[in-house]
Each structure stands twice: as structure tokens, then as C-alpha cells.
């Protein structure tokens, strides 16, 4: 019957561990599966009972109970059932009654057995001993004690060190070259909070090797048993060597991009390259820079002896490694065999894990530099050429301790950020260059020094702009004039830069020249005015407009002070009105038209004019805050605390008023400050005749001034001041029109003016043999300084000053 029904197996059948018994526990059929999952034959089993081969399981009650009370059903049985060879097969017994179709009897029971799934304990085990013999990651184990339990072969390869000898043993025992205090605190943190650390950071050394620094990511959890209680704790450890320093010099570089080259100087870009080196990539590492460079100027071609360079910037861990040796600012040199003097020639990096202390150039190396870090143990060097745009600057050389030798990775991590900071050295170089032409330009068109004059005691500075490589277009001037007077000008041209230096330039030189010529204030400006359409016509004309395109809405201040009269006679072209402050200590603003600024088409420049007490101080500066309308007032209050403590040098006024201005203003703002604190001009030392319009009051007047030479105690000049007086005077009578006025001035120069109603103009020339006259004004120009002429609204006045 077993075979009968074994024929009836669906085809597979070999395949499913499967067998029939019939009503009375006998095997009736047996499948290829029974066969190879338990090992025996069906030759060795069928027609035998199953109670015999398992009689554990396949008793009557078993059965009964396996096949259950509804036919057709799939009972299940979890058994163990020994194979012919003796080993036990965890199974799961599937079981179902046979029945003829339409019969009313049973046939028997059908049993199907499939291996039973791993309990979940085994199934921990076998993955816990893979993980631990497979997996790539360490792992280790601690007890409750933090020491040792396991360690897998990834972590044995890790740390370089056994498990037999790890196990039972603390951190600090194995792995002395880790910060053990630290990892130890992870752990019991972890064990007091039964809370897991995810991707903590450690970094140190292990046996595996010993040379170098290693990092590690590590994630620790606690374990418990089944009843909850803590058995101890594990580390799932990664090295991350490689991808965290991959991330160290990307984040080295890119904060070098921002670090380096903050501003356009020199010095401090060779500092923040120090900066950025140590300690991050460097023990020790310094800047050399070839002088020229310093200075602005274009590097110059190496030549084939000796190299002198500057230090600029070093840093060092330890700064003890330069005691002794040269300090920043310090020109120096390297010998001509050191790879510092080859770098520099040819402009290539050098990498010397090593540094030979028997190598011929330390040999020859009087200079204690190297030597000194020897003694400190720095060996490991690197140097980088700086170079952009073609020239070599200097160079850079870093240095390490033995511990720590650079490698061919920190070579190309040198070289990108050396290449960054070189090109924030050349445009801080440039820069430099430009800035410092730029203040060249700027201070040749300014007074270098004041002109010795009676009338003010003046004080002066110009703070440039702190963009545009600081030129721009703010001036003063002080023009002494005759008659002891002094002219005081400020103005500011608009624009930035070298074309508004340039526009600066035009102005200054046409007042300086119209002042000579003796015009007052509103003459002068309505002269510049009319000069600056023409002069912009003829640069269009040219093509080269823009460069003085700056002249248009340019604004000037005018002003000149009499110390005999005390009065000054000012004249705006849409510059503000200058403080007065008197020795009170009060500052007003006068109520001087502004007029329009230069180039406008306005030519009317209304002149004010007022009188000045002796020790007024006269404030003028190239820029005014911008205060809103009606607070004029808080800026005269400033001004005037400022100015009222007179002990103090007028210099130093001068900068504290350039600061309190300065506060105010835009960074693109350039600002000239002058001030001018007034004197009068002693009476005694002027001396005024009337003089009637006829030639024998020649005589009288010439015995008048040889009086009061006599009182003066000049009577040295005395035959040349009778010529001058009597040519002066003379030409006066015939050719003016009276009053007639003669003054003699005793100040820095004894000034004689002759003064008339007529307003025609004098003009010497070189009278021949047979000339009868002509001759005075030649007289005059051989015998004193210097000679002139200038002009009132009524006549004019010819002037001569004689050396005392």
C-alpha cells in the first residue's frame, strides 16, 4: 500500500521531506526529501513504524492529537527527530489525514517536515559571531569595570595588539597612546544613561602605528541582559584617518580663502598666513619676503650671489625656538647651497621629511636659526616659493617636529594655500605701490611746509581716504602775500581716486599763481571759474575729458587776513563757511554767501569781510559732517571744546579736529584740515605818511623813513630804502593821482608800499644810454627781494621787501 501511494506523489515529490503512514503508524511511502533530510533509504522505512524510528513522537496520543479532529486540516508539531547518523533535526511537522475521494474511511496521514527556524537566541548568536569574525568595523567589548571582555579580528588589526592580550585588561593598559581618561568617561557615561554615543571623534596613536596619528569615529551602546541588567558596554569603532584629513585641508583651505588677504597690506596678510599654519598644519613657520617687495616695487630678478631677504611674520608652538635668532624686520640671508636659496631661484617647492644636520649648507650655516630648531627637535621641513603673476615674492618655510614629518599629501596642501596667500601678498604689493604713488602725487600738490609769515600761526593735516588707494581730491594751501598779509585756501574736488589728485592739481597750481597776482577772493575765484569750461573744452577736444571731468562742482575757499587791520576777506565757491572761534572758546559759522561751485555758469562769487580779534582761530576743512539742517550750532559747540584748551600744541588741535570731523564721514571720504590762529602786526612797527602829489615832497618823505630806520635800528638799509622810496614815491607823483600814500612795515622783511588812486599798471623795462628816465622800477626789482603790484577797488599799491 506504502508503494501504491507513494506512486501518487505529485512530481517534486523527491524534493518535499515527506512521508505517509497509514491507520496503523506504519510508513506507507517516503520522498527522496525524508531521504536526504534524515538519511534513511525508503527500503530502510517503509513498512517499519514510525513509533520504532521516533518514538518520542510518533506514540497514538501524539498522533492524535497531531492530526486533529477535521479532516483535510494541517496540524502542527515542533519535534526533534534523529537522523540515521545519530544528529537531531529541529523540525516542524506538518500533518494532514488521506482519504479516497468519496470514500468514507480513512486512508492514513500525510507528514511533511520542514526545518524548524533558529530560536531567537541562536539566531543573536550566530549573527553576534559573524559580526564579530566578518564584519570590517572593530568591535569591542568592555565588562562593567571598562575592561576587555572581546575584540574582533578588524579591532586586533586596529590597535595592532591581540585579543589574548587585551583581554581582562583596562584601556590605558592596552592602548597607552590614546587619551584613555577620555574614552573611559564616554563609556561610564554610557553605562550610568544606558543612552548610546553616535559618531564620537577619537585621535591618538596605537601600536598598528605607532608613527603616525590616526582618527577614529566610534559608537558605543550599552548591553543587557535578558532580565535587563547591565552586563557592559561595546565600541563600534571606524577609522576615519584618511577621510577626516581629506576634510582638514579642505576646511584648511577654504578658511585660508577667507583668512588671507583681509586687507591690502603687507604686513598683516603675512601674518594671517602665519596665523592659519600654526599649529593646524605647522610646528613653526615663517615668511620671507624679498625687500623690494615691502616697499611696493616690482620684484627684481635674482641674481647669482648672495640673497638677502626680510623676515615679515613667523609663528612657532613654541616660541622658544626663536630666542636668539632673527627677529621680524630684519634683513637676513641663507646660504647659497640651502634649499632655501633654490627655492627662491627656481621657484619650486621643497619637501625634506628629514633634515640633515651633516648636510653641507647646515655645515654652513653660521646663522643659529636651523640650529635651534634642531634643538627643539624640528626637522621636518617644507618650503614654498611665493609667486603670482609670474614674479617670486619670497617664500614660505614651515617646519615639524620628528614626531610628525611632513608627507607628499601636506606638500600639495602647502602649495594651494601658499598660491592663495601669494596672490593676496602681490595685490597688497601693488596696492601698496599704488598707494604710496598716489600720496605722492597727492603731497606734491600740497604745501610740503608753511611759508614763514607774521600774520598766522598755522597748523595742518590731511587724512587721506582709506579707499581708492587714498587719493582723492581734498587740499589746503597758505600763500604768504605782500603787504604781510596771508591768503588761506581749502577746497575738494569731486570724484575719487587719481583724476580727482589730478583735478586737485589744476586748482591748486592756478591759485597759487592768480595769488601772486594780488586779486581779491571773489576776483580770484571768478578767474578759476572762468578757467575750468575752457580747459574742460580743450580736454574734449584732445579726448582726454575725463580727466578733468572732476573740475565741475569742484568747491574753494579763499580767504586773506591782514594783521595790521585784523580783517579777513573771504569768498566761498560752494565750500561751507570756515569756524571762528575766539579765545573763549565760542565758534560761530560767519554768514558768507556760498555761492555755486566752480564750472557752473555762475561767476559772481559774493565776498564777506570781517574783522578778527587777535588769537581768533580760523577753521577750515575740506569736508563738513552732514549735520541736518539747524544743527550747525552742535558743530561750532564741538569745535570750540575742542579748540578752547590752548595749552595744548596747535598741531595736536589740528588731529583732534581731524578726528572729531573724520567721525563723521564715509571711509571714501579723504578730509584736509587747516587751521590758522590770528596775530596782529605791532604798531609800532608800521609806519604811514601822507604824501602830497608834488616832486619836492620827495625829499621830506625820504628824511621821514630814514627817522624811523634810525628808531627801528636798520640803519644798514638805509641808502637802499632811500632808492626805493624816492623811485616809488617819484612814480607815484607823476604818474598816479592822489591821495598818495607811502607805509613802511617792519616784520619778517622791511616792506615799503607806495599806494595811489590811479589804477594804471607800472611796467619796467631796460632804459637805453640815451633815455633820460625808465629807469626807476629796473632800480627797484636790482636793489630788493622781491617787487609787485596789487590792485584795490580804488588805485592800486606798488610794493618792494628788502632781507633784514
Known amino acids: 500500500m506504502g508503494k501504491s501511494r507513494a506512486s501518487r506523489l505529485a512530481p517534486g515529490d523527491e524534493k518535499i521531506a515527506g512521508f505517509v503512514l497509514d491507520d496503523h503508524g506504519l510508513v506507507s511511502a517516503w520522498s527522496a526529501g525524508a531521504e536526504a533530510l534524515f538519511g534513511y533509504s525508503s527500503f530502510d522505512v517503509v513498512g517499519q513504524p514510525a513509533a520504532v524510528l521516533w518514538p518520542e513522537v510518533f506514540t497514538e496520543p501524539t498522533l492524535e492529537n497531531a492530526s486533529g479532529p477535521a479532516p483535510g486540516s494541517a496540524p502542527v508539531l515542533h519535534a526533534v527527530l534523529t537522523g540515521r547518523d545519530g544528529r537531531p533535526a529541529d523540525v516542524v511537522l506538518h500533518t494532514s489525514r488521506l482519504r479516497e475521494p468519496g470514500g468514507p474511511g480513512s486512508e492514513g496521514t500525510i507528514v511533511i517536515a520542514v526545518p524548524a527556524p533558529p530560536s531567537p537566541v541562536a539566531e543573536g548568536q550566530a549573527i553576534l559571531e559573524a559580526l564579530f569574525s566578518q564584519a570590517p568595523v572593530g568591535i569591542a567589548v568592555y565588562d562593567r569595570n571598562l575592561r576587555f571582555v572581546r575584540v574582533?579580528?578588524?579591532?586586533?588589526?586596529?590597535h595592532g595588539f591581540p585579543e589574548e592580550r587585551a583581554l581582562g585588561r583596562s584601556i590605558r593598559d592596552v592602548l597607552p597612546g590614546l587619551d584613555a581618561?577620555?574614552?573611559?568617561?564616554?563609556?561610564?557615561?554610557?553605562?550610568?544613561?544606558?543612552?548610546?554615543?553616535v559618531n564620537a571623534v577619537h585621535r591618538g596613536r596605537t601600536p598598528a602605528d605607532p608613527e603616525r596619528d590616526h582618527v577614529w569615529n566610534v559608537s558605543s551602546v550599552v548591553l543587557t541582559g535578558p532580565d535587563d541588567s547591565v552586563l557592559g558596554v561595546t565600541d563600534l569603532i571606524i577609522d576615519i584617518t584618511d577621510r577626516y584629513q581629506a576634510r582638514e585641508r579642505l576646511?584648511?583651505?577654504?578658511?585660508?580663502?577667507?583668512?588671507?588677504?583681509?586687507?591690502l597690506d603687507v604686513q598683516r596678510t603675512a601674518d594671517e598666513l602665519v596665523d592659519m599654519l600654526v599649529p593646524r598644519f605647522a610646528d613653526v613657520a615663517a615668511i620671507d619676503l624679498l625687500d623690494s617687495v615691502m616697499a611696493g616695487a616690482e620684484p627684481e630678478p635674482m641674481g647669482k650671489g648672495s640673497v638677502v631677504v626680510r623676515l615679515v611674520a613667523r609663528g612657532a608652538v613654541n616660541p622658544a625656538v626663536f630666542e636668539g635668532i632673527v627677529r621680524p624686520g630684519q634683513l637676513h640671508g641663507f646660504p647659497l647651497d640651502s634649499p632655501h636659496v633654490q627655492s627662491l631661484r627656481d621657484g619650486q617647492p621643497r619637501l625634506i621629511p628629514v633634515v640633515d644636520p651633516h648636510a653641507p649648507w647646515m655645515q654652513n650655516f653660521a646663522d643659529q636659526r636651523i640650529r635651534s630648531m634642531l634643538k627643539y627637535h624640528i626637522t621636518s621641513l617644507i618650503l614654498v616659493p611665493l609667486r603670482a603673476r609670474g614674479a617670486t615674492l619670497g617664500f614660505v618655510h614651515m617646519y615639524r617636529g620628528r614626531a610628525k614629518p611632513f608627507e607628499e599629501d601636506d606638500l600639495v596642501l602647502a602649495q594651494d594655500i601658499v598660491a592663495r596667500a601669494a596672490v593676496c601678498v602681490d595685490n597688497a604689493r601693488r596696492y601698496t605701490n599704488e598707494h604710496m604713488a598716489a600720496l605722492t602725487l597727492h603731497a606734491s600738490m600740497l604745501?610740503?611746509?608753511?611759508?614763514?609769515?607774521?600774520?598766522?600761526?598755522?597748523?595742518?593735516?590731511y587724512r587721506p581716504s582709506r579707499v581708492h588707494a587714498g587719493a582723492g581730491g581734498d587740499w589746503f594751501d597758505v600763500i604768504p602775500l605782500s603787504g604781510a598779509r596771508v591768503a588761506l585756501a581749502v577746497g575738494a574736488v569731486p570724484g575719487k581716486g587719481f583724476q580727482a589728485a589730478a583735478c586737485m592739481g589744476h586748482i591748486c597750481s592756478a591759485i597759487r599763481t592768480l595769488a601772486q597776482v594780488e586779486l581779491t577772493p571773489d576776483e580770484l575765484l571768478g578767474q578759476i571759474d572762468d578757467m575750468v569750461?575752457?580747459?574742460?573744452?580743450?580736454?574734449?577736444?584732445?579726448g582726454s575729458a575725463a580727466v578733468v571731468e572732476a573740475l565741475k562742482a569742484s568747491t574753494c575757499l579763499y580767504a586773506v587776513y591782514d594783521p595790521i587791520s585784523r580783517?579777513?576777506?573771504?569768498?566761498?565757491?560752494?565750500?561751507?563757511?570756515?569756524?571762528i572761534v575766539g579765545q573763549d572758546g565760542k565758534a560761530a559759522f560767519p554768514e558768507l554767501p556760498i555761492n555755486a561751485p566752480l564750472g557752473l555758469g555762475d561767476p559772481v562769487f559774493e565776498p564777506l569781510e570781517v574783522e578778527l580779534d587777535e588769537g581768533s582761530t580760523l577753521v577750515l576743512c575740506s569736508q563738513r559732517p552732514p549735520y541736518p539742517a539747524g544743527t550747525a550750532d552742535e558743530l561750532a559747540s564741538r569745535l570750540g571744546t575742542v579748540i578752547a584748551n590752548r595749552s595744548r600744541p596747535l598741531d595736536d588741535t589740528c588731529r583732534a579736529i581731524a578726528d572729531l570731523v573724520a567721525s563723521d564721514l564715509t571711509k571714501e571720504d579723504g578730509l584736509a584740515v587747516l587751521l590758522a590762529r590770528t596775530r596782529t602786526l605791532d604798531p609800532e612797527k608800521v609806519a604811514t605818511w601822507t604824501v602830497p602829489p608834488v616832486p619836492e615832497a620827495v625829499g621830506d618823505i625820504r628824511s621821514l623813513v630814514l627817522q624811523k630806520l634810525q628808531q627801528w635800528r636798520l640803519e644798514h638799509l638805509a641808502f637802499v630804502s632811500e632808492l626805493i622810496v624816492s623811485e616809488l614815491v617819484t612814480n607815484a607823483i607823476r604818474h598816479g593821482s592822489a591821495p598818495i600814500q607811502l607805509r613802511l612795515i617792519l616784520d619778517r622783511t622791511l616792506i615799503c608800499e607806495a599806494s595811489d588812486a590811479?589804477?594804471?599798471?607800472p611796467h619796467i623795462r631796460r632804459a637805453v644810454a640815451t633815455d633820460e628816465g625808465g629807469r626807476g622800477l629796473f632800480l627797484v626789482a636790482q636793489c630788493c627781494h622781491r617787487w609787485g603790484t596789487r590792485y584795490a577797488p580804488l588805485g592800486k599799491t606798488i610794493w618792494a621787501e628788502q632781507i633784514l
Open 152 to 158: 574582533n579580528a578588524a579591532l586586533e588589526r586596529i
Open 181 to 197: 581618561a577620555a574614552i573611559e568617561s564616554r563609556l561610564k557615561k554610557v553605562l550610568e544613561t544606558g543612552r548610546p554615543v
Open 251 to 263: 576646511s584648511l583651505i577654504g578658511e585660508a580663502a577667507v583668512r588671507i588677504g583681509t586687507t
Open 447 to 461: 604745501p610740503r611746509s608753511v611759508a614763514d609769515q607774521s600774520a598766522v600761526e598755522v597748523a595742518h593735516h
Open 533 to 542: 569750461p575752457r580747459l574742460l573744452e580743450r580736454e574734449h577736444a584732445a
Open 567 to 579: 580783517r579777513c576777506v573771504m569768498a566761498s565757491a560752494g565750500h561751507p563757511p570756515p569756524a
Open 758 to 761: 590811479a589804477n594804471t599798471s
